[in-house]
Antibody, heavy 120, light 106 residues
Framework: QLQLQESGPGLVKPSETLSLTCTVS??????????WGWIRQPPGKGLEWIAM??????YYNVSLKSRVTISIDTSKNQFSLNLNSVTATDTAVYYC?????????????WGQGTLVTVSS | DIQMTQSPSSLSASVGDRVAITCRAS??????LNWYQQKPGKAPKLLIS???NLQSGVPSSFSGSGFGTDFTLTISSLQPDDFATYYC?????????FGQGTKLEI
């Protein structure tokens, strides 16, 4: 059974960089069949797609593109998110997820989520 | 970005009721529409992909329909476990967007 687990600091200061890692177990992140992505959810609000990695290519939410980087480490079976110059509006639960294509693209496996608070 | 608008934003219903949640896209997205269920403190769970494709393990009381800009998630007979928040998501463009959510309450 595939499992994804987010890790990283729960508190980040304004203007600093938010860095999260997603560790994948029960499957290989190197598979060319799947995409790997990040989605966030501010407290009490809806879902916002952030970024995605697939087969050497990266895709970003246009509204966040200037501040976001997604990267992959196949040796550790992990992928990571960096979001720089954070403000209080970046406070959210951050989810990592696997995406696949079967008729459409969809997120079929999700991590449990990790709350990141931006505050001094 | 493609805007996804769900209605209603919240819905009160009872066990055994039939309910429908609609999702409208700001432009045609073919059938690139997915539905997720989220319970408090949990990650979203995929229910339906490609507008009408029920995922394995999801009760047959759930169904999805629609094409183009208008989509519907229907629950034919509400069970206690169905009270949650539901989101639609378009994957027609790589800048994926979600609806604002529909909270289904007793």
């Amino acid at each position: 059974q595939l499992q994804l687990q987010e890790s990283g600091p729960g508190l980040v200061k304004p203007s600093e960089t938010l860095s999260l890692t997603c560790t994948v177990s029960g499957g290989s992140i190197s598979s060319s069949d799947y995409y790997w992505g990040w989605i966030r959810q501010p407290p009490g609000k809806g879902l916002e797609w952030i970024a995605m990695y697939f087969s050497g290519s990266t895709y970003y939410n246009v509204s966040l593109k200037s501040r976001v980087t997604i990267s992959i480490d196949t040796s550790k079976n992990q992928f990571s998110l960096n979001l720089n110059s954070v403000t209080a509006t970046d406070t959210a639960v951050y989810y990592c997820a696997r995406q696949q294509y079967s008729g459409t693209y969809f997120f079929d496996y999700w991590g449990q989520g990790t709350l990141v608070t931006v505050s001094s | 970005d493609i805007q996804m608008t769900q209605s209603p934003s919240s819905l009160s219903a009872s066990v055994g009721d039939r309910v429908a949640i609609t999702c409208r896209a700001s432009q045609s997205i073919s059938n690139y529409l997915n539905w997720y269920q989220q319970k408090p403190g949990k990650a979203p769970k995929l229910l339906i992909s490609a507008a009408s494709n029920l995922q394995s393990g999801v009760p047959s009381s759930f169904s999805g329909s629609g094409f183009g800009t208008d989509f519907t998630l229907t629950i034919s007979s509400l069970q206690p476990d169905d009270f949650a928040t539901y989101y639609c998501q378009q994957s027609y463009t790589t800048s994926y967007t979600f609806g604002q959510g529909t909270k289904l309450e007793i």
